[in-house]
T-cell receptor, first 115, second 111 residues
Framework: DTAVSQTPKYLVTQMGNDKSIKCEQN?????MYWYKQDSKKFLKIMFSYNNKELIINETVPNRFSPKSPDKAHLNLHINSLELGDSAVYFC??????????????FGDGTRLSIL | GQQLNQSPQSMFIQEGEDVSMNCTSSSIFNTWLWYKQDPGEGPVLLIA?????ELTSNGRLTAQFGITRKDSFLNISASIPSDVGIYFC???????????FGDGTTLTVKP
């Protein structure tokens, strides 16, 4: 069974469109994250939710809006997509938000390409 | 904010060789983690280190948590082609709410 699953795996769309990426974890974790991995493979955290509450919001354009309907799901909606949004977006989860040093489990990524 | 310097940025080695990579930070972490990312997949945890000075092995992989708590290294012995990928270190502090990731070491193993 997949622990952290995100859909879609590939997303190709036009500039200016609005799109969503979904993430679900079946590990019973309290904390979920969104990361962006650029073409240089650098991993940058975007958001973190702990039990449906936003706890980390890095410097991300407000075109990006995360939503956590429950602690097993964290979706990412992106408005007015721009060329620079092309990247791989990873969802991750951990048992808790850093307490006790909890490692993160990652999904397989969503490859977003903006035409 | 906290930053990690991970080196080397990339390595090209022959199958059978040993590999060493490290991460250093200007600030202290109380947990160090090492992940591997295979092409087309997400990072997967290899080793977690929770105590300064701790040396932990996972098969051919060995990682150490530096005594100063500002660095960690990962060694891979007798590399094989499936070791190819990107290796990330990550530092974490209790209740910080997030891990700080290094910029990755890309490993290529020539058969």
């Amino acid at each position: 069974d997949t622990a952290v699953s995100q859909t879609p795996k590939y997303l190709v769309t036009q500039m200016g469109n609005d799109k969503s990426i979904k993430c679900e974890q079946n590990l019973g974790h309290d904390t979920m994250y969104w990361y962006k991995q650029d073409s240089k493979k650098f991993l940058k955290i975007m958001f973190s939710y702990n039990n449906k509450e936003l706890i980390i919001n890095e410097t991300v354009p407000n075109r990006f809006s995360p939503k956590s309907p429950d602690k097993a799901h964290l979706n990412l909606h992106i408005n007015s997509l721009e060329l620079g949004d092309s990247a791989v977006y990873f969802c991750a989860s951990s048992l808790s938000a850093g307490g006790g040093g909890q490692p993160q489990h990652f999904g397989d990524g969503t490859r977003l390409s903006i035409l | 904010g906290q930053q990690l310097n991970q080196s080397p940025q990339s390595m090209f080695i022959q199958e059978g060789e040993d590999v060493s990579m490290n991460c250093t930070s200007s600030s202290i972490f109380n947990t160090w983690l090492w992940y591997k990312q295979d092409p087309g997949e997400g990072p997967v945890l290899l080793i977690a280190l929770y105590k300064a000075g701790e040396l932990t092995s996972n098969g051919r992989l060995t990682a150490q948590f530096g005594i100063t708590r500002k660095d960690s290294f990962l060694n891979i012995s007798a590399s094989i082609p499936s070791d190819v990928g990107i290796y990330f270190c990550a530092g974490l502090n209790t209740n910080a709410g997030k891990s700080t990731f290094g910029d990755g070491t890309t490993l290529t193993v020539k058969p």
